[in-house]
């Protein structure tokens, strides 16, 4: 559910027509609804009350620092995968012991840093990743409090580039291989066990795989029970899928409320890492049409938003959501919705039948996670503003980067000014 609808026929972000944005703030322009993060938020928190619970929002589905700071006021922690990621954290006022880390390559420094936060808990992924933090932890005297990532080898039946379960991705310990590790971890006095950790995989769109993962979690469990190793948590990461055309994901309450009942009676409490299921449908991002051309037999509508800007169709050939901002009355036509990036893949919908020509506005929706957070400035195009409505209040969340700002930091070589 999101507050993106039309009234009139105009496209409205819950009160304010997207025309009226994309005219004060210019296009490509990525549109948040504050209610609908509200909504999200409230929706989590409900599927989780019958446990002891963190939600840690994954940060790396969109890092605004709004959104974050947002998600702190509703109370949640997060889940970061860098330094970058815990200073935006820090930046927006959430609080580093309600932050978990995860991630295969967190560099000494970067452990370090945590530490010195006062992180809720690293989540390590290899073995020489528990020896690093333990050396980083003595050096600063401190004890890490730590889960190991298991891999249960399931398969979340997803898209395979973000799955994330089975043995063969780069992902966390084996789970034949986890009893050692943690055992090895609680003989270390540097370290403190505190929780079991696992994410197999995004946009799932049934629960059945993580309740696979799940069994398989509890048997390491009781293993661990029978070795004198206890626990405070399961981390069951994020993963639940969202609509972008016609899946039909469980709600957060049909998803957790299996898990919950497996894990009744255990004293655990449960944290998850949820990124696309909070913020994807609590964003769109407007581009608008730069010129319509026809070659050969196929259409295009060439639009100021590219694959720098929202890269998921070209990178994973997903499958997002186009409208037009007006109603369309007429049939459309059939075209590739392509952007300005001087690259064939550069493309944000293939064969889409729109009503919509030169000037007209188009939206792409589910735009609210991974958006954003994975734009670059290729081509040497500025990362696009953002803003996030709330009722009829717009408030500018990034404002849009100044071309000078792309080559901060970026320097001539010496005697360069007479060079020919
Ligand atoms: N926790 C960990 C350890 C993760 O690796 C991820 C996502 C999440 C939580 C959040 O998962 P979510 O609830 O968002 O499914 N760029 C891709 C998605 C990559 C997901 C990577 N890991 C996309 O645009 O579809």
Request: glycine letters at 12%; one cysteine or more; aromatic letters at 6%.
């Amino acid at each position: 559910m999101d507050l993106f609808s039309y009234r009139e026929g105009l496209l409205h972000a819950e009160d304010v027509p997207v025309d009226a944005l994309a005219r004060d703030y210019g296009t490509p322009l990525y549109v948040y609804s504050k209610g609908t993060l509200d909504r999200h938020c409230e929706a989590f928190e409900a599927a989780l009350s019958g446990i002891p619970h963190l939600i840690c929002y994954a940060v790396k589905a969109n890092g605004n620092l709004a959104v974050l700071n947002l998600m702190a006021r509703h109370g949640c922690g997060f889940d970061v995968v860098s330094e970058g990621e815990l200073r935006r954290v820090i930046a927006a006022g959430g609080d580093p012991s309600r932050v978990v880390f995860s991630g295969v390559g967190k560099r000494r420094e970067e452990l370090a840093f945590a530490l010195r936060q006062g992180i809720r808990c690293l989540n390590a992924e290899s073995l020489p990743e528990l020896a690093a933090i333990s050396e980083v932890a003595a050096d600063l005297g401190v004890v890490a409090p730590v889960a190991i990532r298991v891999n249960p080898d399931v398969d979340a039946r997803t898209h395979p580039s973000i799955s994330t379960g089975l043995r063969s991705n780069k992902f966390g310990i084996p789970i034949e291989e986890a009893l050692g590790a943690y055992r090895e971890a609680a003989r270390d006095p540097h370290l403190s066990v505190q929780g079991i950790d696992c994410h197999i995989g995004s946009q799932m769109v049934s629960g059945a795989p993580i309740l696979e993962a799940l069994d398989r979690l509890l048997i390491l469990l009781d293993g661990m029970q029978r070795d004198g190793i206890g626990v405070g948590h399961l981390d069951l990461g994020g993963g639940l899928g969202v609509i972008y055309g016609d899946e039909e994901p469980p709600s957060p309450q049909d998803f957790y409320s299996g898990i919950i009942e497996r894990l009744r009676g255990r004293g655990l409490s449960l944290y998850i890492e949820p990124g696309r299921a909070m913020v994807a449908n609590a964003g769109i991002l407007l581009t608008r049409v730069v010129f319509k051309k026809q070659n050969g037999e196929r259409r295009f509508l060439v639009v100021d938003a590219g694959m720098n800007d929202l890269v998921r169709p070209a990178l994973y050939n997903s499958w997002m959501d186009i409208i037009t901002a007006r109603k369309g009355t007429g049939e459309g036509e059939t075209c590739d919705v392509v952007g300005p990036v001087c690259e064939s893949d550069d493309f944000l919908g293939r064969d889409r039948r729109l009503d919509a020509g030169e000037g007209d506005l188009l939206a792409v929706r589910g735009a609210g996670a991974y958006g954003s957070s994975m734009s670059s400035n290729y081509n040497a195009r500025p990362l696009a503003c953002e803003v996030m409505v709330d009722g009829s209040r717009v408030h500018v969340v990034r404002a849009r980067q100044e071309f000078a700002d792309m080559w901060k930091g970026e320097s001539l070589l010496p005697g360069q000014s007479d060079a020919r």
